[in-house]
């Protein structure tokens, strides 16, 4: 069974950093791309970082760019997001979620989530 | 705002036929896949279609998917009361500002 559980959330002033962690399992983590999908209370889905299997190709969404650094240790089957200078609007639940292909080779964003982690920046 | 417009409301009785579209441009749905999330509430989403049409495993055969040119539907039939939930449709955007996933707004979905 695919499992992928966040932690490292909670509450951080403004401009402080905070690191969340995703543990994947029931797969091969090291042959999957990976995502940080984010949702403010009360809004919709936004997503935050990609991340090749190898590490070799990474993404950002504009709103972290510079500011977010996405990782991931494929021995210890873990994903990570480092987030500086968080600001307000940087509160949310964070998503961990993984990738798939289809046989002919459409990609499948987000076959399997976390249950997410809350991100709290406030003074 | 989202990069992909849905409306932001829909609803139906039990037993009706309901659609949720999703817009978008060139550079998401019309050059690339559209898939298919459902949220129900206090829950994180899951994968609802795939590759414009395809359901996952599991996935009842209520729900049904359609993509053309640069927009792309849902539908679901037979509505039930255990459909109420958000829905978002998304995409790959090979926009040359940085390509990435990019989301609609969402659906909220009410079974009256």
């Known amino acids: 069974e695919v499992q992928l559980v966040e932690s490292g959330g909670g509450l951080v002033q403004p401009g402080g950093s905070l690191r969340l962690s995703c543990a994947a399992s029931?797969?091969?983590?090291?042959?999957?791309?990976m995502n940080w999908v984010r949702q403010a209370p009360g809004k919709g889905l936004e997503w935050v970082s990609y991340?090749?299997?190898?590490?070799?190709?990474?993404y950002y969404a504009d709103s972290v760019k510079g500011r977010f650094t996405i990782s991931r240790d494929n021995a210890k089957n873990s994903l990570y997001l480092q987030m500086n200078s968080l600001r307000d609007e940087d509160t949310a639940v964070y998503y961990c979620a993984r990738d798939a292909h289809t046989p002919d080779g459409d990609y499948v964003p987000f076959d399997y989530w976390g249950q997410g982690t809350l991100v709290t920046v406030s003074s | 705002q989202s990069v992909l417009t849905q409306p932001p409301s829909a609803s139906g009785t039990p037993g009706q036929r309901v659609t949720i579209s999703c817009s978008g441009s060139?550079?998401?749905?019309?050059?690339?896949?559209v898939n298919w999330y459902q949220q129900l509430p206090g829950t994180a989403p899951k994968l609802l279609i795939y590759s414009n049409n395809q359901r996952p495993s599991g996935v009842p055969d209520r729900f049904s998917g359609s993509k053309s040119g640069t927009s792309a539907s849902l539908a679901i039939s037979g509505l039930q009361s255990e459909d109420e939930a958000d829905y978002y449709c998304a995409a790959w955007d090979d926009s040359l500002n940085g390509p990435g996933v990019v989301f609609g707004g969402g659906t909220k979905l009410t079974v009256l």
């Open positions: 991340i090749s299997s190898s590490s070799s190709t990474i």
């Open positions: 029931g797969f091969t983590f090291s042959s999957y791309s």
């Open positions: 060139s550079s998401n749905i019309g050059s690339n896949t």
